[in-house]
């Protein structure tokens, strides 16, 4: 099992910075994925950013330029720099982390609102 505990969301204004963290604990495997989701209600939950153990990054279209995505193995921990917000970014941003099964963590709201 993995247990995923996130931190960082908030309300912000738009063109600001929030930054969400994720760290697991458990059965960590050395090879993994870890990485941020999004779902807005009434819509499909959506990829934002993975980085793999190797460091390869992907990112949403929506997010390029904008969002930047790191880890620290050491600790098992993700993190998302969230630059120049906009009021579409606004939902909740669930983590996850992947090895031979996807773990979710519970959550957390980010809203970009003046």
């Known amino acids: 099992q993995v247990h995923l505990v996130e931190s960082g969301g908030g309300l912000v204004q738009p063109g600001g910075s929030l930054r969400l963290s994720c760290a697991a604990s458990?059965?960590?495997?050395?090879?993994?994925?870890m990485g941020w989701h999004r779902q807005a209600p009434g819509k499909e939950r959506e990829l934002v950013a993975d980085?793999?153990?190797?460091?390869?990054?992907f990112y949403a279209d929506s997010v390029k330029g904008r969002f930047t995505i790191s880890r620290d193995n050491a600790k098992s921990t993700v993190y998302l720099q969230m630059n120049s917000l906009k009021p579409e970014d606004t939902t909740v941003y669930y983590c996850?982390?992947?090895?031979?099964?996807?773990?979710w963590g519970q959550g957390t709201q980010v809203t970009v609102s003046s």
């Open positions: 996850f982390y992947y090895s031979q099964r996807n773990y």
């Open positions: 458990g059965s960590i495997f050395s090879i993994n994925a």
């Open positions: 980085i793999n153990s190797s460091g390869n990054r």
